[in-house]
């Protein structure tokens, strides 16, 4: 296998993808958080003081266990790793924990956030309360109004929620909505972004914070079985969760899986699947691939899951791509709404709608994983109550 | 006379008139595509120096509301950078033409085509504020020989080893006057003037200055301290409160701030 070079370089690249496109107001702001980051990463009283708040605050290490019955239903073995079990109830917070606390030792006052559905903006305030910071969360207003339990948990937890009407008022305008903020505060201001994404080094450092999760995974699958497994499979929005479980198995002899939304179906043209697309873009400050029309107008995404609801995804997944390191593909809404139930029926576990994308590639391939003699290890990125009101609703209220 | 020379010649010929060019921004599409050649001679009559022709994209992040609803307003009609392209080969104008718009649609096109239609268009600069100096700097010389100037950034925030490299750009250096996105604001920030100090200690390039200005006071006070003065939102704001007759406010807009240089 070709070895996967240490990306990205000092210009943020990722081979052909990365970079830093944002305004010049910013370049000193994502020059300093690029030293102070490298500092931090290389000083262990950051690290000690890091690791101790996942493990003593959030609740890692996180479990890794056989998950028996899907097992017996598919026929071969298969694996969770339950990042729903983290504090807040995915592995958002791993990534929030590390921004906020960097945040803090670099001395700024003030932290805003983007966040779709609130899981982002919800582990965002979590770390803000947690360090006495005060957190400040855009979110588009119909998501303000469909998720009043999350708004009201940021409220809660100290921070203020501003709701984007801007453009299409999802999260691709949100996103807008607090860089514009983060270029008229940014003397002041810590810009917490929420997954693989934006401009050098957030692609870097928000990948970093989340391989704790493929780190933990190594070893506790190799202590489990004395190997590895032959396929990881996560689900890929932005793709944090992802890149998190991937990046420490990137050398390993092991079959990565990234999961897209595939929505009503990919050629309805209501989808979230930017990578089996493969439009190269510019978005957000970086260079990766983009759902968009002939002339670069950014298109819409659509997913029943609102964490997959983006129409960029990470240079590096990109990148996991152009070399072919990793294998993209998608799941529709209604395959995604199968395995919601199967998790929920053969596990006691609810997923989140993002991580049962994930669930459904591994049910919709098993006659080929089966033939295969897969070892399947499956990131549980979320929990799936927050889904449920909108499951129940999809599927027409109860009968 | 090459099209980036005429972009000097438009600070020269200010300069000898002993005042800052004005710059004047539209967005093509607002109030809709067909008004782009009456507003550009408009413009022109009212006394621009050169003219900023913004092609809408659906995530204009540098922008403030005014300009975003500017930008959407003429993507919900379903302009086109080719059309754009088209609109403004067709103009008979004697002031350079800068484009301004955002990354995506250049990579999109191809960035060596779309700086070569730009120029096929009688476009003489362009204006990406998501593309900063380091993304850029590569493409600045060979655009220039294409006669496009890849117009440089100074914000308040610029380092001095940023102010040094763009120096050795083309054009002009476009100077927002404050840390944020375009918009009217209230007065003209303190900062103006040390920065635009600051930035001549740097470069002989021409240094222009926008964001946030909006009345003739404030534009006047500007051209104390700049080489030219750059107006969007104030101006996209006036043809949004009389979009019938556009060109009429275009023109009676720029004649009363050019009469306050």
Redesign the interface.
Known sequence: MERVKAMPDNAGRFGPFGGQYVPETLIPALNELTSAYVQAKADTSFQREWMDLLKDYVGRPTPLRQAYRVTKELGFPVYLKREDLNHTGAHKINNTMGQVLLASRMGKTRIIAETGAGQHGVATATAAALFGLKAEVYMGAEDVKRQALNVYRMRLLGAQVHAVNAGTSTLKDTTNEAIRDWVTNVRDTFYVIGSVVGPHPYPMMVRDFQSVIGREARGQFRRLTGGFPTHIVAPVGGGSNSMGIFYPFRQDPVALIGVEAAGKGIDTGHHAATITKAERGILHGSLSYLLQDEDGQVQPAHSISAGLDYPGVGPEHAYFHHIGRAQYVSITDDEALRAFHHLAEWEGIIPALESAHAVAWVIKNCDALREQKARVLINLSGRGDKDVDAVLEYEGGLQ | MTTTASIQEAFDCSRAQKRAALIPYITAGYPNLAQLEPLVHALEDGGADLIEIGIP??????D??IL?KAA?QA?EQGV??QQVLDAVARLKVAVPLLFLTY???????GIEEFIRDSHQAGISGLII???????SARYQDWAYREGIALIP???????DH?LDAIAKGHGFVYT?SV???TGMRTKVDAGVEPLVQRIRQHTTLPIAVGFGISTPEQARQTGMVADGVIVGSALVQALMDRPDQAPEVAERFVRTLRNAL
């Open positions: 994209f659906s995530d204009p992040l540098a403030g509301p975003q959407s993507l086109k950078v990354i995506n649609l250049v990579y999109r096109r504020p998501d593309w900063p100096w380091n993304e950034f100074a914000a308040p925030t610029s380092t940023h927002v840390t944020g996105v």
